[in-house]
Each structure stands twice: as structure tokens, then as C-alpha cells.
């Protein structure tokens, strides 16, 4: 299409704020980034070529290099900057920098920044409105028709993103003012915040794995110094000092801190694993919590305390390309699988999981008493209303004497209990009958006889 005296190379507003926008958050970029970072349902990157080069034209962009692929890279004046702050509806003061001269390196670790920011955010292809022909075809096209995809046919989902390219800034430097310490900040390579998302504020670092694994596990000892600082809030009371900032994370601990790894063709898979275990190992204090064993059930049972930890998380760019942000391609240090982000965010043993367990268990002992308690109303209700019953016998058994029914002497008829002692015992007399009848007859009684008993 034909430009205009104006815009010789034709781009149209939209685009041109679209390129503004992205280049004051990436501070510079390739064509085909900005492409695929703002309108990914354009056919090419041209439009975007035409833009870059008619603000260019009015001393907004400028290229001064190639990234390593040979695309030429992108971005802007400070009269440019200040143009994208009106974009953005930021002030000026937190644009940033203009990136001068980082282009003529190549800006190997910017692009790879940028293609983080792209894969995360993901923007959906809108579609475009068609050109309409000037001139129509007098003939019919004789190219063969193009087959409808039937209903059943339904194409694979696009992964979706986070946030847009207004929730990114990038290259930011977190520098926490203390009278104590004068040492320097650190400068965290993207912030994401989306809290559409309901997710907390992302702190983003991109690893070419160029430099040892030491150096990038050193950031975090600057990390914690930035959390841990604290301020006055206008209420005076003191807090965090990132929240002057940031929105509360809405969790334990401190804001997370996400690593995407970009080994590309410099290192292979072992290699990267290696990487990796080797920063979680060094940051082992940074990321792990403080445990605290529950007394009442033992040292295996109780919480791990996040107040003064940071959580970090690990994935690569072909990860996060392929299945997006929110697919399992996280990996949380201390947690040992992939998982979605909102899954590698939560904390599963903390003291609010461990107050939820007690109480579960509370339930399930009030529960088990309550339970028992109605037992044993059941069980005395049952037996106040159920009569005493004899027990049965076995056939042929004897049925059992009452209790009254004791056997009479049959000499004085008095019960016949206990034992004699002066007489054996003949299951027909009382110990008394027994003791005169088996006592041995005196003198008198053999010549005059016995006296009658009781007389």
C-alpha cells in the first residue's frame, strides 16, 4: 500500500503505537518479536517493518545493529521514549533508559528477554480486516477449491497467556534506601504483575547459561537484602519496602522469583539438569522454610514457616514456548515435579495446610466421640426396654433348682446346709441330726435309750 508524505511507507497509527508500546517495555526488538509480541495475526512482520521506519523517519526510532540471526534491531530516541510513555500512560521517569548502543553487540541476552516476555504473555491472534481487490479476476481462479474442515475437525487450543504488554517492565533496578548498608541493588531482568491473573507480583531472570552457575545464584543474596529491607508506611507503621512498589503477594513469604533457562545449542540436557541442581543447591536457604515440629504428634508431623523465604521457580523457554505459562512447566525448588504455576506458587506445608490438618483431626475426634457417646445411648436404651430373659439350655440339660429350693433335714426338717464336722455327710440330715446320730451312745443312753430330738 502507498504511503503518504507523512508516512512514506504507509503504517498505519495503530501499528506505530503498537511498536511505541513494545519498545518502551522491551527497549529494543526485532521486527518479527514485535510482530509476534503485539499482532500475531498479522501474515508477516511487514507492517511492523513500515512502522519502525516511518518513526524512524520522524527521529522516534533508530536501529544500530543485527541481532545474532542478522534481523535488524530496534529501538528508541528519548524523543521516542517520551512517546511511549504517552502510549503507556507511564511517567516518564519509569520508562527507563533508551538502550543506546546494546544493539551493536548483537543484544544476545535482550533477545532472549524478549522472546521470555513473548512466550508468557502469548498474545491471542486477533483477526485482521481484509484488503479489498481494486481489480477482480475476469475469470474463475482454476487453483483447486480449499476443503472445509468438517465439524468434528476442531483445531488443537492455543496455550494461553498472563497479563499484556503493559504488565511487563524490564531491566528494572530494585534498589532498597538504607541509612545501615550502601551496598547495590539488584537489577531483575522483567517484572510481570497481572493481578487479573490472581497471581502476585513475577520477578523474571533469564539465563543464558553463558556464565557460571555461581553467578546467577549470587543474585538472590541481593534479592533477600531487597525484601528484608523495611520502611515507614504514611500510616507509621513500618513495612516492606518492595511494597512501596508492588501489590501485597497475598502469601507467605516473599515475592516468587521465576528463572527461565535458555540453553539453546551451548549446552545439552545433562548439562542443563546439572545447571539447575546446582543453583537450587547454592539457594537452599533462599527458597527452603524454617520447620517446626507439632508436639502433639511428633517430630514427622507439623509446618515449614515462609515468612522470610523466597520461592523460585525454574523452566525453560522451549517450555514455556510449547506448552505456555500456565501448563506444567515449573519446576518449584523444594517441591520435585512440574506443575502449573498456581500449583508451584502454594505452599502444601505451611502453617496454614498444618492448622488445617489439626482441625481436621479435631473433626474427626469429635466425630469418632460423638459416635460413641450414641453407642452407648442406644446400648442402655436397648436394655431398658428388653425384659430379663432365662438363658437356654442345651437339650437334654437339667433345668436349674430355683434358689429357694434347699432340700429339708429329714429328721427336724430344718434346711440342710453346711457341713458336719463330728459326722460325715449324708445328703438326708442337718450337721446337727448328723452329730447325734453318728455321735457314739453314753453310758445312760445305752440303758435308757436316746431322748427324742428337741425334747
Not at 523444594?334 to 488445617?356: I, K, M, V
Request: proline share 9%; net charge positive; charged share 20%.
Amino acid at each position: 500500500m502507498g504511503g503518504s508524505k507523512a508516512y512514506p511507507y504507509g503504517s498505519t497509527n495503530v501499528v506505530r503505537a503498537q511498536v511505541l508500546a513494545a519498545l518502551g517495555v522491551l527497549k529494543l526488538a526485532t521486527a518479527g518479536q514485535l510482530h509476534r509480541l503485539m499482532a500475531p495475526g498479522h501474515k508477516d512482520n511487514k507492517a511492523f517493518r513500515n512502522a519502525a521506519l516511518d518513526l524512524a523517519r520522524h527521529g522516534l526510532t533508530v536501529s544500530e545493529g543485527s541481532s545474532r540471526d542478522g534481523h535488524k534491531i530496534w529501538s528508541l530516541t528519548p524523543l521516542g521514549l517520551d512517546a511511549a510513555a504517552e502510549v503507556l500512560g507511564r511517567p516518564v521517569g519509569e520508562m527507563g533508559g533508551t538502550a543506546r548502543g546494546a544493539a551493536r553487540s548483537g543484544a544476545p541476552h535482550a533477545m532472549a528477554v524478549n522472546e521470555t516476555v513473548i512466550a508468557m504473555t502469548r498474545t491471542p491472534a486477533a483477526t485482521t480486516r481484509p484488503v479489498p481487490r481494486q481489480h477482480q479476476p475476469e475469470e474463475p481462479s482454476t487453483a483447486p477449491a480449499t476443503v472445509a474442515p468438517t465439524p468434528d475437525a476442531q483445531p488443537d487450543p492455543v496455550p494461553s497467556g498472563l497479563g499484556w504488554i503493559g504488565s511487563w517492565t524490564t531491566e528494572v533496578p530494585l534498589n532498597a534506601s538504607s541509612s545501615k548498608t550502601n551496598r547495590a541493588g539488584v537489577r531483575v531482568d522483567a517484572v510481570l504483575q497481572a493481578p487479573e491473573a490472581e497471581l502476585p507480583v513475577l520477578f523474571v531472570e533469564v539465563d543464558n547459561c553463558t556464565e557460571p552457575a555461581d553467578f546467577l545464584a549470587a543474585k538472590f543474596e541481593k534479592y533477600v537484602r531487597y525484601f528484608r529491607a523495611r520502611m515507614k508506611s504514611s500510616l507509621g507503621t513500618e513495612m516492606p519496602a518492595w511494597r512501596a512498589h508492588y501489590r501485597p503477594s497475598g502469601r507467605d513469604g516473599h515475592p516468587p522469583v521465576l528463572i527461565a533457562f535458555n540453553p539453546g545449542t551451548r549446552i545439552g540436557p545433562q548439562a542443563l539438569k546439572n545447571r539447575m541442581n546446582t543453583v537450587m543447591h547454592l539457594t537452599r536457604t533462599v527458597w527452603s522454610g524454617a520447620w517446626h515440629t507439632d508436639p502433639n504428634y511428633g517430630a514427622q508431623e507439623g509446618y515449614y514457616d515462609y515468612h522470610d523465604a523466597i520461592p523460585i521457580l525454574f523452566t525453560t523457554l522451549d517450555r514455556l514456548r510449547d506448552g505456555g505459562p500456565r501448563g506444567l512447566v515449573w519446576w518449584r525448588c523444594g517441591h520435585g515435579r512440574w506443575e502449573t504455576l498456581t500449583d508451584a506458587l502454594a505452599n502444601p506445608n505451611d502453617h496454614a495446610a498444618w492448622s488445617a490438618r489439626t482441625e481436621e483431626r479435631r473433626a474427626l475426634r469429635r466425630q469418632a466421640e460423638q459416635e460413641r457417646q450414641r453407642e452407648q445411648e442406644q446400648a442402655a436404651a436397648s436394655a431398658q426396654r428388653s425384659p430379663r430373659r432365662t438363658p437356654e439350655l442345651w437339650p437334654g440339660e437339667p433345668a436349674p433348682l430355683p434358689a429357694s429350693a434347699v432340700p429339708a433335714c429329714e429328721r427336724c426338717g430344718e434346711p440342710l446346709t453346711g457341713r458336719g464336722e463330728d459326722a460325715p455327710e449324708d445328703g438326708r440330715h442337718c450337721p446337727s441330726c448328723r452329730s447325734d446320730i453318728y455321735q457314739y451312745p453314753t453310758l445312760r443312753q445305752a440303758l435308757l435309750g436316746r431322748r427324742p430330738h428337741g425334747t
